[in-house]
Structures are given as C-alpha cells and as structure tokens.
Nanobody, 115 residues
Framework: VQLVESGGGLVQPGGSLRLSCAASGFTFGSYDMSWVRQAPGKGPEWVSAINSGGGSTYYADSVKGRFTISRDNGKNRVYLQMNSLKPEDTAVYYC?????????WGQGTQVTVSS
C-alpha cells in the first residue's frame, strides 16, 4: 500500500487549497478513504471520509461547509477541496486507509494558513 499526498502549501486566511492523495498497492475502489490532520503539538484529528463508491461523505464539524471530499476511482485518487481556510486549519494533512484490520497513512502534506 502506498498513499502519496500533495497540494499543500501556504495560503492566506480565506483562501483555498486542493489536496490530492494518489493511492496504489490495493483495490482502491473497494475501500472507504479518510483525511486526517495533525496540528503542531496536538493529536490527530479526523477531518473527512468518503465511502468506496463516493456516494457518501462525512465531515468533522470544524470543517463542515468549507471542505469537500471526493474521489476518482478510475485514477485511484482521493481529494480534499478546502475553502475559506482559517489559521486553525494549519496542520499536516494525511490520507488514510483502514482495511478493517490494518491502517495505512501517507507521508502527509503541510497546510499553513497565515497572513
């Protein structure tokens, strides 16, 4: 299993970023996928999830209405569109796969929201 995130960077408050996670080494379209973030000095925080077919999505209250998760099973990719970013969204964002027995994380991509 390999999960590779990209798309992070420095953005001003109110700005937008689109994160991408490229997946390989497993049958991508058979599994739900999640995004998790970890801010400096804090524990991991679940952000969003999408079911295997892409028809059901879930969000933490802290990002609901601002973030949108999506996936392209033909490209083995999951995305996180982040709008109206706030300084408290600053964190390393990880793509996560849970197979029901094992958990896999990517290396993460840094998102910094600052003026």
């Amino acid at each position: 299993v390999q999960l590779v995130e990209s798309g992070g960077g420095l953005v001003q408050p109110g700005g937008s970023l689109r994160l991408s996670c490229a997946a390989s080494g497993f049958t991508f379209g058979s599994y739900d996928m999640s995004w998790v973030r970890q801010a400096p000095g804090k524990g991991p925080e679940w952000v969003s999830a999408i079911n295997s077919g892409g028809g059901s999505t879930y969000y933490a209250d802290s990002v609901k209405g601002r973030f949108t998760i999506s996936r392209d099973n033909g490209k083995n990719r999951v995305y996180l569109q982040m709008n109206s970013l706030k300084p408290e969204d600053t964190a390393v964002y990880y793509c996560k796969l849970f197979t029901g027995r094992l958990e896999y994380w990517g290396q993460g991509t840094q998102v910094t929201v600052s003026s």
